[in-house]
Antibody
């Protein structure tokens, strides 16, 4: 069965960096696009980033472009999110999700999320 | 960027009712519209893509419609497990924005 397990969250000071990981299993990871989606406490979903199956194409939300970088290691079936210059508004639960369909790009499976808190 | 606006922001309904949630895009997105359902403390669950195609296993009392800028999610014969928050998302162009959510209380 498809499993996505995020890790790497924690408490970090503003301006610092953090790298999230998402370990995938139960499917052919290298064949799928992967998304990051976050949710601030008590708020709605915010799409963060998308990475193509081969890692060659990246897309970002305006709020994180230039600060966050998404990458993947297909040999390890792992997705990453490198977050630099963190701000308090980056606080939230970060989900990785499998992208399905090259056209409709919906997220059919989600992990349980990893918590990021940016605070002095 | 494409803005997605859902209405209402919240609604209350009874078991057996029929409810409709609306999602409007700031520009035409053809049928590149997805729907998700999230219960408190849980990850979102994918429901519908291409505005009206149900994911395998999603009950047929849920249905989606629309194209262009206006979309609806309809839930017939409301069940207790339907409570939670529903989100639309456009996948027409990056960034793939979500609506702000509609909280459904049973």
């Amino acid at each position: 069965q498809v499993q996505l397990v995020e890790s790497g969250g924690g408490v970090v000071q503003p301006g610092k960096s953090l790298r999230l990981s998402c370990a995938a299993s139960g499917f052919s990871f290298s064949a799928y696009e992967m998304h990051w989606v976050r949710q601030a406490p008590g708020k709605g979903l915010e799409w963060v980033a998308l990475l193509s199956y081969d890692g060659n194409n990246e897309y970002y939300a305006d709020s994180v472009r230039g600060r966050f970088t998404v990458s993947r290691d297909n040999s390890k079936s792992t997705l990453y999110l490198q977050m630099n210059s963190l701000r308090p508004e980056d606080t939230g639960l970060y989900y990785c999700a499998r992208g399905r369909d090259a056209y409709y790009k919906y997220c059919d499976y989600w992990g349980q999320g990893t918590q990021v808190i940016v605070s002095a | 960027d494409i803005q997605m606006t859902q209405s209402p922001s919240s609604l209350s309904a009874s078991v057996g009712d029929r409810v409709t949630i609306t999602c409007r895009a700031s520009q035409s997105i053809n049928d590149y519209l997805n729907w998700y359902h999230q219960k408190p403390g849980k990850a979102p669950k994918f429901l519908i893509y291409a505005a009206s195609t149900l994911q395998t296993g999603v009950p047929s009392r849920l249905s989606g419609s629309g194209s262009g800028t206006d979309f609806t999610l309809t839930i017939s014969n409301l069940q207790p497990e339907d409570f939670g928050t529903y989100y639309c998302q456009q996948s027409f162009s990056a960034p793939y924005t979500f609506g702000q959510g509609t909280k459904l209380e049973i």
